[in-house]
């Protein structure tokens, strides 16, 4: 099974604030790799999928970028509501696999 | 609208049965794969089993093969989880979710309905 590690597993940051999760695949995933939001009591969201590409009306401060096994998710300018949990997941074979997830909480 | 509402969880003791319910609507049910995907309390997201668009192909996670049966009912707009012999483990929130292929991002995703395995 493919492992993906996410870091770091908690972030603290203020509004305003540029941040960047990172998450790596144990081999080589090509670009089949997506990015969810959860907040809690809810359903994850997607919010990028193949890497790099933003899921429709998701705002534009979320990018992705990456590809192979070194990924990232990086939020430009952090909203209130974005304090939530991160997770990757890999869609390049079965069984699929997410993160271990990375918790963002206001400094 | 695309809806996913899931049902049927509850408090069930080890070794028992449950059956889990996913009611679709606002999309062609019979052209997406769909899956379930479970959280424990306080834990990540664990994705357990995939059923293609038309049903021919399944597929599970180690943890619950052989246990667990993952169905469709195209006519009913209906995904199910069979759930047997469950253990204190298989306590968790369980998601249904879409995606357009196999390989796909889960786009959509159900409220989740929690199982605890509890004697």
């Known amino acids: 099974d493919i492992q993906l590690t996410q870091s770091p597993s908690f972030l603290s940051a203020s509004v305003g604030d540029r941040v960047t999760i990172t998450c790596r695949a144990s081999q080589g995933i090509s670009s089949y790799l997506a990015w969810y939001q959860q907040k809690p009591g809810k359903a994850p969201k997607v919010l990028i999928y193949?890497?790099?590409t933003l899921q429709s009306g998701v705002p534009s401060r979320f990018s992705g970028s990456g590809s192979g096994t070194e990924f990232s998710l990086t939020i430009s300018s952090l909203q209130p509501e974005d304090f939530a949990t991160y997770y990757c997941q890999q869609l390049y074979t079965y069984p699929l696999t997410f993160g271990g997830g990375t918790k963002v909480e206001i400094k | 609208q695309v809806q996913l509402v899931a049902s049927g969880g509850g408090v069930v003791q080890p070794g028992r049965s449950l059956r889990l319910s996913c009611a679709a609507s606002?999309?062609?049910?019979?052209?997406?794969?769909m899956h379930w995907v479970r959280q424990a309390p306080g834990k990540g997201l664990e994705w357990v089993a995939i059923i293609s668009y038309d049903g021919s192909n399944t597929y599970y996670a180690d943890s619950v093969k052989g246990r667990f049966t993952i169905s469709r009912d195209t006519s009913k707009n209906t995904l199910s989880l069979q759930m047997n012999s469950l253990r204190p483990a298989d306590t968790a929130v369980y998601y249904c979710?879409?995606?357009?292929?196999?390989?796909?991002?889960?786009?959509?995703w159900g409220q989740g309905t929690l199982v605890a395995v509890s004697s």
């Open positions: 979710a879409r995606s357009r292929y196999s390989t796909s991002v889960f786009d959509y």
């Open positions: 606002g999309f062609i049910f019979g052209s997406y794969a």
């Open positions: 193949a890497a790099s």
